[in-house]
């Protein structure tokens, strides 16, 4: 019952953000300098910012923007951790330390730095999309390390069953034994893969958002507005700035929730295979 509720209110909160340009009563960028730190009224539900522009569309873009963008960066994690896998199991020529060594130096790496690094070569002018681009892309790129790990040894048990062996000596062909009959041995822990990286993700663009590394503006985001909160006095003013971390504590409870359904068994957990 818990999880049917989760799952009802991530799908609710995926449509709206589909739906946000028809919901959102003015665009996200449009600015009247006469209502500035309005209150809320009727055409603003949940009042303006200090530019004037509408708080309540901007939080419906800023989760399209989140929650629309975070399961495409985490399901390119999961691509290139089985992309880079497969060589390094089925024995490709120096592919299997070639991948390990990399591996280990992705983790080893500190992203953040690297990341604060390339922010600060961009020029101040960059477009809002090239900085959606480099915030989900850099995360997507970024987190292949630990699923590659988890793939490879799950490929490896799959390797040497005894079904894959007769396979092989049969003559069937290597890509064949693993598109058709190892993808559904991986499938569920591809799944559980992306149902890690995606809250993951969202914490990691709000903290990027946070530090002003993230969705540059005008664009919003859950990083960039709850910027907010770093000002005492304007969350008094108007305690409708907190309803995008109130979404985003909502959305990752709900995850939560998912994440601890009993469809997810110990042998698809990444962390039986560590």
């Known amino acids: 019952m818990i999880q049917r509720l989760a799952l009802a209110v991530l799908l609710a909160v995926a449509a709206i953000a589909l739906l946000a340009p028809a919901i959102a009563p003015a665009p996200y960028d449009y600015q009247d300098r006469e209502k500035t730190n309005a209150p809320p009224d009727r055409h603003s539900p949940m009042g303006t910012d200090e530019l004037g ?54 983790l ?24 959606v681009i480099l915030t989900f892309g850099l995360m997507g790129v970024s987190g292949w390390a630990v699923p590659a790990r988890v793939f490879t040894a799950a490929m490896q ?9 007769q396979a092989q000596t049969s003559g069937m062909r290597t890509w064949r034994i693993v598109l058709v009959h190892g993808w559904p041995h991986l ?34 985001s859950w990083g960039n507005l709850i910027q907010d909160l770093q000002h005492p006095d304007v969350v008094r003013a108007n305690p409708w700035v907190l309803a995008p971390l109130a979404l985003l504590i909502l959305v990752m409870i709900c995850i939560e929730c998912l994440q601890t359904s009993p469809d997810i068994s110990p042998e698809s957990s990444p962390v039986s295979l560590r």
């Not at 500190?110 to 900085?131: H, K, Q, V």
């Open 53 to 106: 522009r509408d708080r309540f569309s901007r939080l419906l873009y800023g989760t399209r923007v989140s929650v629309l963008l975070v399961p495409a960066a985490a399901l390119l994690s999961v691509v290139l951790a089985l992309l880079l896998s497969l060589p390094a199991v089925w024995r490709v020529p120096l592919a299997a330390p070639a991948v390990s060594g990399f591996t280990t130096i992705s």
């Open 108 to 131: 080893s790496l500190p992203w953040l730095f690297l990341y604060i690094i390339l922010r600060a070569e961009l020029p101040l002018n960059t477009s809002p999309s090239t900085s």
């Open 157 to 165: 048990q799959l390797r040497d069953s005894g079904w894959v062996l």
């Open 187 to 220: 499938r569920s822990l591809a799944l559980a893969q992306l149902r890690i990286l995606v809250p993951v993700y969202i914490l990691s663009e709000a903290n990027l958002g946070l530090l002003g590394l993230g969705v540059a503006p005008p664009l919003p």
